[in-house]
């Protein structure tokens, strides 16, 4: 059982808008921030988006992140076959010592 | 392009310690944050710990009791060792570089290919 919360599937066809949801609580997404991750298995996790909506270099601005209160939210516009895979939000959780949390990862199927 | 590499056993006996090693190529290891993130099979990813510049280490407290993660700047190398282990350590181990924005770490940038490790008598 995964501490922020993501649809186990998404899918859509090339060119449409696809959007993936993170839900958290009041002790991680809610005081932090939120990082989105892809992945296709066999190879290695890529970041996508940090500190809620910024992209790391080479990233193409198709990919867009947001946060409100306790939930973040990944889209994904411009939908190619190569976006499918693995997405995973994160963010850092306050409760006990402090510790880094993640989504259960959502499946996306480019139709 | 920093490329991050797991090395170790890929089987380990109950009880017995998990040792494992990743490799950092064109970086300066004592430069940044070093962290462990693992995955058990059909389950979500798990953050283990990490190593900051300075050699301080922050571990996930479901883990700490057992877990220790160091830098061998000589061999670009950092490691993560998880002690008596058992099946529920059975998982995809990823090292991966933490970067931080004033000194608070925003994410994991750079992630190893990841390396299976089945903990099985």
């Known amino acids: 059982q995964s501490v922020l919360t993501q649809p186990p599937s998404a899918s859509g066809t090339p060119g449409q808008r696809v959007t993936i949801s993170c839900s958290g609580s009041r002790s991680n997404i809610g005081p932090n921030t939120v990082t989105w991750y892809q992945h296709v298995p066999g190879t290695a996790p890529r970041l996508l988006i940090y500190s809620n909506n910024l992209r790391p270099s080479g990233v193409p601005d198709r990919f867009s992140g947001s946060k409100s209160g306790t939930s973040g939210s990944l889209a994904i516009s411009g939908l190619q076959s190569e976006d499918e895979g693995y997405y995973y939000c994160?963010?850092?959780?306050?409760?006990?010592?402090?510790?880094?949390?993640f989504g259960g990862g959502t499946k996306l199927t480019v139709l | 392009q920093v490329q991050l590499q797991e090395s170790g056993p890929g089987l380990v006996k109950p009880l017995e310690t998990l040792s494992l090693s990743c490799t950092v190529s064109k970086d300066f290891i004592s430069s940044y944050f070093w962290t462990w993130i693992r995955q058990p099979p059909g389950k979500g990813l798990e953050w283990i710990g990490y190593m900051d510049k300075s050699g301080n280490v922050r571990y996930n407290s479901s883990l700490k009791s057992r877990v220790t993660i160091s830098v061998d700047t000589s061999k670009s190398q950092f490691s993560l060792k998880l002690t008596s282990v058992t099946a529920a350590d059975t998982a995809l181990y990823y090292c991966a570089r933490a970067f931080t924005v004033f000194g608070v770490v925003q994410g994991f940038d750079y992630w190893g290919q990841g390396m299976l490790v089945t903990v099985s008598s």
């Open positions: 994160a963010a850092w959780d306050d409760s006990l010592t402090g510790h880094w949390v």
